[in-house]
């Protein structure tokens, strides 16, 4: 089969062909891919930033957002049969840890994360996952369509899930960077919240997709949009932050936009928030990390899907064309989600 894989750290990985893989456990589940998201994530493996965190044994096969049809399953799988339309949850979990009976699946003590970790990922015609990774969805959903919600999708709807209690009626969220993650949160939080919406981006385009997709003020960060946002509040800021971006300087730019009392969730990653201690004292603000989402968060972002209420906006490349698709996405070619159909 063909496969994307990667050889050296600061280098495009490239195509070509590998064995298929093969089952090696009864709760094994082999998926025959029909859509892999690119993700920042990726390029960050490239740049070599996974390296002593998950440790890869170089050559392997990136690609962590997938999903497709079920093609061989193990003997003790009874959730999906050969034919079914999946998404992948993206860190298999084990089931049986204290995290997982708790719902906890990103903190599993025996987790995997294909494409991430020491472990093949999606960037291929076939995966290997397990059973508890698969979520079954309609039969004529098209995975090329859905395949990036599978993190972009659950990371944007996890962090919006847990801030839900704070967005009632009144309140303000601000969604800092509109793109492939930030666009998902923005239909996200219109779906499940009664919050103001405001949206921030560089990019004018990306503004025109919030506003498609439910923002109700959109503003151009060119330097001044912190004062907008304490603008549309009466000076006060956003009793939630959503910074899908967290680097350049927009950590602390999400920082200055939260409200006395109010929380930042950070989601984006690559900067670094430096804050005084006695800015958290004096603003009791919060600052709320956030990490991929549990196999339920999956399942309630693909309810809303079938629903018709969060739709992923796509931009779609054949599998051999991976290197100009994580190049566009390198260059902020990509409106919504960049995704490899092989």
């Known amino acids: 089969m063909k496969a994307v894989r990667l050889y050296d750290y600061h280098k495009q990985p490239i195509v070509e062909e590998v064995p298929e893989p093969v089952l090696s456990g009864p709760l094994d589940v082999i998926v025959k891919i029909g859509g892999a998201g690119v993700c920042r994530t990726d390029l960050h493996i490239i740049e070599g930033q996974f390296d002593k965190v998950m440790g890869p044994q170089l050559p392997y096969t990136i690609g962590h957002e997938n999903a497709g049809w079920v093609h061989e399953v193990g003997e003790g ?26 719902g906890r699946d990103m903190q599993c003590t025996d987790a995997f994360f294909p494409g991430v970790s020491n472990n093949d990922g999606g960037m291929a015609e076939y995966m290997r996952t397990t059973a508890r990774a698969c979520v079954k969805l309609s039969p004529d959903t098209n995975p090329a369509d859905v395949a990036a919600l599978a993190d972009a999708g659950i990371t944007a709807y996890h962090a919006v899930r847990k801030a839900i209690p704070l967005l009632h009626p009144g309140t303000t969220a601000v969604v800092q960077g509109a793109g492939g993650l930030g666009h998902i949160g923005i239909q996200a939080l219109a779906a499940t919240t009664s919050t103001r919406i405001i949206a921030i981006d560089t990019h004018p385009d990306a503004l025109e997709l919030a506003k498609k997709v439910g923002a109700d003020v959109v503003v151009l960060a060119d330097g001044d949009h912190v004062q907008a946002v304490k603008d549309l509040t009466n000076g006060v800021g956003a009793n939630v932050v959503f910074d899908f971006v967290a680097e350049h300087g927009a950590e602390q730019d999400g920082w200055l936009m939260t409200a006395t009392g109010g929380s930042q969730y950070i989601i984006g990653y690559g900067g670094e928030l430096r804050i005084p201690t006695a800015d958290f004292v004096l603003g009791q603000k919060n600052v709320v990390g956030n990490s991929v989402g549990s196999y339920s968060d999956l399942v309630e972002l693909m309810t809303l899907v079938e629903a018709g209420k969060v739709a992923l906006h796509t931009q779609q490349y054949p599998l051999e064309k991976a290197a100009q698709a994580l190049e566009d996405l390198a260059n902020d070619r990509v409106r919504g989600r960049a995704i490899l159909v092989p």
């Open 77 to 102: 799988v009874t959730n999906v049969k050969v034919g079914d339309t999946v998404i992948l949850h993206p860190q298999p979990s084990c089931g049986l840890c204290l995290a997982c009976r708790a």
